[in-house]
């Protein structure tokens, strides 16, 4: 039987009443979906804000990695997956790719002892916790540089996985230099050595697209996320994380127009005016999208029904070394 929208938060609402459930959604969710969330914001902020709240069970929206953050840093929560959408960044890396960039650098003459690690938050459980054995730890879009200058500290060289973007941005950004895996730079000559993954979304935008706005609306502000490729955040005026973003875009004058480069769903609810998203293409993040209201009803239903689907469980040894990763993160 179909539902509206009305009639499933409805249903949705009388079972999170009835039910020891938190319903966490992050800011790239469809806009009937985020409006069920108790908790709502980007990767970081749910992951932490999920470990201070006591229901029993955490109804993840958003993708794989998210919903894995918050199992390993509260193994003691259950947490369930309307959709276990994998982020198509995470999926470009796993554990044997970690390994085949360890022995590249090794290869070019880069013993393991002088590697340091850094995995954005938009990896798998698996090649978090491989960071964490080697002494590693995780970063977001909005801690990153804080996180890359601490590392450089230690006076290794940087392995960053799995976004070549996010790795590029903030090495120029600190003036620092860095090369993708495979380009034909010898590692030995740059600071931070990047893993050649990327997200689809924010590949969209394109320098086109800025020449575009700027023609059509002088004055307009291009803000972009540090995803999108270098070229294009080297000619936006603010480069931001998701909560970044928001924060810049919120304390513009009403009138200022601006053109985000960053996924529509965000986007689309960020200001009623004023407000354009950067492509001629909708950039919405697909595996994001896949969630829908009736998944989260379906999702509660089976914990009321004493079933709980989409269950995420993360094996001991991988558990304890991402969360190793992620709460040295944390710790600065
Ligand atoms: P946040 O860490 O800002 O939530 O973003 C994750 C992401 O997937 C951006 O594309
Ligand atoms: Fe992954 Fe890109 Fe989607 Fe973010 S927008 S979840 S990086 S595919």
């Not at 955490?58 to 919903?67: S, T």
């Not at 875009?249 to 004023?274: C, H, M, S, Y």
């Not at 999702?299 to 993360?314: F, Q, V």
Request: glycine residues 6%.
């Amino acid at each position: 039987m179909q539902f509206t929208n009305e009639e499933l938060k409805e249903k949705i609402n009388i079972l999170k009443d009835k039910l020891s459930v938190t319903v966490v959604a992050h800011f790239y969710q469809r806009d009937e979906v985020f409006e069920v969330g108790d908790i709502t914001g980007d990767s970081l902020e749910l992951a932490t804000r999920t470990r201070d709240d006591d229901a029993e069970f955490v109804l993840f929206c958003g993708v794989g990695f998210m919903g894995q953050s918050v199992k390993v840093l509260s193994p003691h929560k259950r947490v369930v997956m309307p959709k276990v959408a994998c982020c198509a960044m995470a999926r470009m890396i796993d554990s044997m790719y970690f390994d085949d960039s360890i022995k590249y650098m090794n290869d070019h003459g880069i013993v393991k002892e002088n590697i340091l690690p850094i995995t954005y938050i938009n990896s798998n459980a698996e090649v978090k916790a491989k960071v964490g054995e080697m002494g590693g730890m995780v970063c977001t879009s909005s801690n990153a540089k804080k996180i890359i200058t601490k590392a450089l500290e230690e006076g290794k060289k940087i392995l960053f996985v799995p976004d070549r973007c996010l790795g590029q941005n903030i090495a120029n950004d600190m003036g620092l230099k860095s090369c993708v895996i495979g380009d034909g730079t010898d590692p030995k000559d740059a600071d931070v050595i990047c893993y050649n993954g990327f997200c689809s979304v924010h590949q969209l935008f394109t320098l086109d697209d800025i020449t575009f706005y700027r023609k059509k609306f002088p004055g307009i502000l291009i803000v972009t996320h540090p995803e999108c490729d270098p070229a294009i955040c080297e000619a936006s005026d603010f480069v931001g994380s998701t909560s970044q973003l928001i924060k810049y875009i919120k304390e513009l004058p009403e009138d200022q127009k601006v053109a985000v480069g960053t996924e529509f769903n965000l986007v689309n609810r960020l200001r009623d005016k004023n407000t354009y998203v950067l492509s001629s293409t909708k950039p919405e993040c697909p595996t994001m999208n896949e969630t829908t209201l009736e998944d989260v009803y379906v999702t509660l239903k089976a914990i009321d029904d004493g079933e709980p689907i989409n269950e995420i469980s993360i094996d001991e040894s991988t558990q304890k070394w991402a969360k190793i990763a992620l709460e040295r993160m944390l710790a600065l």
